[in-house]
């Protein structure tokens, strides 16, 4: 399930818009607005408490597993940016992130996970509430509110999402999910999964429709049939620090470790990988073990 409970404490003016009042810290590492008043589910959230005080449960949980065709997907339209959860750059647990100025054009595969019951009706980064039940997410970098289409890659199945929420703050993922989402294109029960975030844009939504469906067949994803995650330890315009990374990583026995010779923005580079691996619990625990030999720490690719 989505990670968020470990982090406490984030910079005050870390997701805060240009309304003007100060955010304080919210789930996961996000931070929300003014107190909010009344919430869907009955109860205020008073985002003033401490975060280890604040939500009903102490750790996630789902309800009983849901009928999803019944959700309405969400219908992709323009919207004005939210005062909230907009502001850019801004640094969660020590990393700077910058929001995109569009989502127009956004395309990237990685690792989704999810979210549910502990932070239902809830404040989101964007001062709206969290709901489990409609089919949102939750974006480091895309502007709040915008609108993707999420494909798992692989079993084919995609969903329109509502982008309202700043995470996953967790390095290897790259959004996190509703529940209903999560049950829709089979992310749930297994809690993460390898996905395609490719936003919408409202103005032309029919150039974002999911592929032909054939009867009694989910859509054919895009790409490879079978995605595999690798690790990306670097890209080196000097090759010779290529070369003395792989061979760390080789001597350390991890796992597979590739080196290409790739074009980057008109640049030739050398490409270090580790993988393929078999799921997004070896990739984590691999990453870890990366950083420990003193090396960067990796970035996901998913392909």
Not at 152 to 171: A, Y
Not at 203 to 220: C, M, N, R, S, Y
Not at 281 to 287: E, L, N, P, V, Y
Request: net charge positive.
């Amino acid at each position: 399930m989505s990670w968020r409970a470990g982090v406490l404490v984030i910079l005050a003016l870390a997701l805060a818009g240009c309304g003007g009042s100060h955010p304080r810290p919210s789930r996961g590492g996000k931070a929300v607005g003014p107190r909010a008043e009344g919430s869907r589910g009955g109860f205020r959230d008073d985002i003033s408490r401490p975060q280890s005080s604040r939500y009903n449960q102490s750790s996630d949980s789902v309800p009983p597993p849901i009928d999803v065709s019944q959700i309405p997907e969400p219908v992709p339209k323009a919207e004005p940016r939210s005062l909230y959860g907009n502001k850019s750059p801004y640094t969660v647990l020590g990393k700077t992130y910058r929001v995109l100025s569009s989502a127009r054009g956004y395309d990237e595969r990685g690792i989704a996970s999810f979210y549910g019951a502990k932070f239902h009706g809830y404040k989101t980064s964007s001062l709206e509430n969290y709901d489990m039940y409609a089919f949102s997410a939750a974006h480091k970098t895309l502007p709040l509110p915008s609108y993707a289409r999420v494909t798992n890659l692989q079993n084919g199945k995609s969903v329109i999402v509502r982008i309202n929420d700043r995470g996953p703050f967790h390095e290897n993922r790259l959004i996190d999910l509703s529940y209903a989402a999560a049950v829709k294109i089979g992310i749930w029960p297994k809690g993460t999964g390898l996905v395609e975030v490719h936003a919408i844009d409202p103005t032309h939504p029919e150039k974002d429709a999911p592929p032909a469906e054939l009867p009694g067949q989910p859509a054919v994803p895009s790409g490879s049939a079978h995605p595999a995650i690798w690790l990306q330890v670097g890209a080196f315009s000097d090759l010779a620090n290529a070369d003395r990374v792989a061979s760390r990583l080789r001597s350390a026995r991890l796992a597979p470790v590739q080196v290409s010779d790739v074009e980057v923005n008109g640049r030739n580079v050398r490409r270090v990988r580790v993988g393929p691996l078999d799921d997004v619990d070896q990739a984590d625990r691999i990453t870890g073990e990366i950083e420990e030999l003193g090396l960067p720490r990796p970035q996901v690719a998913v392909d």
